[in-house]
């Protein structure tokens, strides 16, 4: 791990690795604009990550005492803190709208999602084949609601889209491949999301 005492007490810390959370993180924070340190870490879990999250998960992002370890809570605390590059919309009334779909994405989409993420070994085969089913069915379904906006269910990009991408991008590891002609304006959103900059750092 990275020794914070030799990063200046205000930059922005990242302990990562290559699975979904970490993606929508390093996503976020590449979106905002926002300089950070990376430490990539992969299956060892040093001992020191425990003083800053004790479930000892990735991701973790730290900014002088504070250590943030859910990706909604980062999420919240990045878009107070940096006025730059808003991910949500300016009223009340919009903001609460937004942050209810991002909820149906976890809910929905996203605890399917990482069922399928799951190592092989940990998971029920037959659960995960209902999984891809059932996250299969619902992108197809729901492929025509990309076709309105250029993002998702808005016309810039904000927090859905930052939560979406990192799925989107695993749809080939976990075995699922969509039709194309019906699909399509899936597929157009996709490109759209993974052509942009900060896409493209988040993945390097």
């Not at 991910?87 to 909820?103: I, S």
């Not at 979406?164 to 019906?182: D, G, H, K």
Request: charged fraction near 30%.
């Amino acid at each position: 791990m990275i020794d914070a005492n030799d990063i200046p007490s205000s930059q922005l810390i990242l302990y990562a690795d290559d699975g979904y959370d970490s993606h929508v993180v390093r996503l976020l924070l590449e979106e905002k604009k926002l300089a950070y340190y990376l430490s990539r870490l992969h299956s060892e879990r040093p001992e020191d990550l425990t003083e800053l999250n004790p479930y000892h998960t990735l991701p973790v992002l730290q900014q002088r005492e504070i250590a943030l370890y859910e990706i909604n809570v980062i999420f919240e605390y990045l878009e107070e803190r940096y006025h730059t590059n808003k991910l949500l919309p300016e009223t009340p009334q919009e903001r609460a709208q937004f942050r209810q779909l991002a909820w149906r994405i976890q809910r929905d989409w996203l605890s399917l999602g990482k069922r399928l993420l799951t190592h092989p070994d940990s998971f029920n085969k037959a659960q995960a084949a209902m999984a891809k089913k059932q996250l299969s069915d619902s992108l197809i379904t729901l492929s025509p609601l990309f076709a309105h906006k250029s993002y998702f269910m808005a016309d810039d990009f904000g927090w859905c889209d930052v939560l979406l991408a990192p799925l989107l991008w695993r749809l080939e590891e976990m075995e699922i491949e969509l039709p194309r002609a019906i699909s399509r304006p899936l597929f157009e959103y996709q490109k759209r999301v993974f052509e942009r900059d900060s896409f493209q750092k988040s993945v390097r």
